[in-house]
């Protein structure tokens, strides 16, 4: 077993349940948890490495670390990852409930008069559009056409189909929106 191996499966035999515990309080859910503490494991050690082939080491002033020198403070970098980890997780978590409002339903618990229902407001919002930006909505993400085939297809430059979409996407958006959305009355829209 090389030198990182044994170092490893120590920390985890000794301060492994420690390291759990910590993603625990953390998170609060044992399964996120350990997969916190395998992920942190998974970093640390992937970003050591191995001297090079051909007996070369570590190249001098490198921030790489020899995987068969001793590694100090092991746990701390450990524990340091796994709150990084997490925090990035909660960031990207946040970032998410910001934004899924902004979805129209959530696709698992759809039904099919959800999903007609949701078709009947598309194209009643497609028809409140004027011509050439309906068109260039239908081509861009019904029949998945690029801006310089719609431009082709329109016989229009591709920086008008750009702003065509642009306005587009801007109308429907409003006119999409969910009533509980919508400034009400008498309050400028943010």
């Given at each position: ?85 997490y925090l990035d997780g909660y ?67 591709q920086g008008t189909v750009k ?28």
């Amino acid at each position: 077993m090389a030198g990182w191996e044994t170092e490893l499966d120590e920390l985890m035999r000794t301060r492994g349940s420690a390291l759990v515990r910590y993603a625990y309080m953390l998170s609060g859910d044992r399964a996120l948890a350990e997969d916190l503490v395998q992920d942190a494991l998974v970093k640390v050690y992937s970003r050591l490495r191995r001297p090079g082939r051909g007996g070369v080491g570590v190249a001098a002033g490198s921030r790489a670390h020899d995987l068969d020198s001793p590694f100090t403070n092991v746990e701390g970098y450990v524990r340091r990852a796994v709150l990084t980890i997490y925090l990035d997780g909660y960031r990207k978590r946040q970032r998410w409930s910001g934004i899924k409002h902004l979805l129209a339903d959530d696709p698992s618990t759809r039904g099919a008069d959800q999903a007609a229902s949701a078709r009947v407001d598309v194209m009643t919002a497609l028809a409140k559009l004027g011509a050439r930006e309906r068109a260039c909505v239908v081509l861009r993400y019904f029949e998945d056409m690029t801006v310089p085939q719609i431009a082709d297809a329109l016989g229009t430059a591709q920086g008008t189909v750009k702003r065509y979409l642009s306005d587009a996407t801007k109308n429907l958006q409003e006119i999409l929106r969910p009533d509980d959305f919508r400034p009400a009355e008498g309050r400028a829209a943010r």
